[in-house]
């Protein structure tokens, strides 16, 4: 039968990438998505300014919207002080098998929590189910019509404190128009706009930074 292209990513990693080496991980799906076949995976331009943005955060705790094959998981993994943690929502099964065994090549499951479902139905539990007060840094990366209903569901929830930090990936392509319109026009955000290009494309994209004033 057939295989998936997640499927083919991972085979790509357990090939090309040194168990235990997450930089090698993250290498490996950047080559692959380069040489063989286009995933909507960060990437490596954008994950530059992700990568900048968790150093400078240093999160404690980190919440991540749309696993996919676990690219970003993994780098921002890597990122994390001692005793940080990650807990990434994806929604397709199926994904989640693949980013479970990315992860696990990367050796990072310690720090990477995976959670399987719809963000609208974990995001009220993750208090409770998980022991988390609030997050240091949330990446958006889920569904773009989802990133809106979705910060207003985690600020309900007391998921955010002063100083907590929003990123949220493709904003321009394909675009989060009614997230952006709520995120630069809130007197309880400070946004700033980081002009990128689509993973592994000469189209614009880029990542919206905002801090959570509380
Ligand atoms: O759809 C994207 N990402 C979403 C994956 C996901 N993985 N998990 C979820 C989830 C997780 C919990 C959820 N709860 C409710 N919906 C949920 C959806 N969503 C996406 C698409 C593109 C893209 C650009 C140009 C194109 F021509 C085609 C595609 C680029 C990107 O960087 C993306 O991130
Ligand atoms: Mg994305």
Same mark, same amino acid.
């Given at each position: =039968?057939?295989?998936?292209?997640?499927q083919r990513?991972?085979?790509?990693?357990?090939?090309?990438? =040194?168990?235990g080496?997450?930089r090698?991980v993250?290498?490996?799906?950047?080559?692959f998505c380069?040489?063989?076949?286009?995933a909507?995976?960060?990437?490596?331009?954008?994950g530059?300014?992700l990568?900048?943005?968790?150093?400078?955060?240093?999160?404690?705790?980190?919440l991540?919207?749309?696993?996919? !094959?676990?690219?970003?998981?993994?780098r921002?993994?890597c990122?994390?002080?001692? /005793?940080?943690?990650?807990? =990434?929502? $994806?929604?397709?099964?199926d994904n989640?098998?693949?980013?479970r065994?990315?992860?696990?090549?990367?050796?990072? $499951?310690?720090?990477i929590?995976?959670?399987?479902?719809?963000?609208?139905?974990?995001?009220p539990?993750i #208090?409770?189910q998980?022991?988390? @007060?609030t997050f240091? %840094?949330?990446f958006?990366? /889920?569904w #773009?019509?989802?990133?809106?209903?979705?910060?207003? %569901?985690? $600020?309900e929830?007391?998921?955010?404190?002063?100083?907590?930090?929003?990123?949220?990936?493709?904003?321009? !392509?394909?675009?989060t128009?009614d997230?952006l319109e709520y995120?630069?026009?809130?007197?309880?955000y400070k946004?700033q706009?980081? @002009?990128? /290009?689509?993973e592994? =494309? #000469?189209v $614009?994209d880029?990542?919206?930074?905002s801090?959570? %004033?509380?």
């Amino acid at each position: =039968t057939q295989s998936t292209r997640p499927q083919r990513l991972l085979a790509a990693v357990q090939k090309n990438a =040194t168990r235990g080496d997450p930089r090698s991980v993250v290498l490996a799906i950047d080559q692959f998505c380069r040489q063989k076949e286009w995933a909507m995976n960060v990437g490596d331009e954008k994950g530059c300014i992700l990568d900048s943005v968790v150093s400078e955060v240093n999160p404690g705790a980190v919440l991540e919207l749309g696993t996919y !094959c676990g690219y970003s998981a993994v780098r921002i993994a890597c990122l994390l002080p001692p /005793h940080g943690k990650i807990i =990434t929502l $994806e929604f397709n099964p199926d994904n989640a098998a693949i980013a479970r065994q990315v992860i696990a090549w990367a050796g990072l $499951e310690e720090k990477i929590q995976l959670v399987v479902g719809a963000s609208g139905d974990w995001i009220p539990k993750i #208090k409770e189910q998980f022991g988390v @007060k609030t997050f240091d %840094l949330v990446f958006l990366d /889920h569904w #773009k019509d989802r990133y809106l209903p979705d910060t207003k %569901l985690m $600020e309900e929830c007391g998921l955010l404190r002063e100083g907590s930090i929003l990123l949220a990936d493709n904003v321009i !392509c394909p675009g989060t128009p009614d997230y952006l319109e709520y995120i630069r026009n809130s007197p309880r955000y400070k946004s700033q706009y980081f @002009k990128s /290009h689509l993973e592994y =494309t #000469k189209v $614009e994209d880029g990542l919206e930074k905002s801090v959570f %004033l509380g």
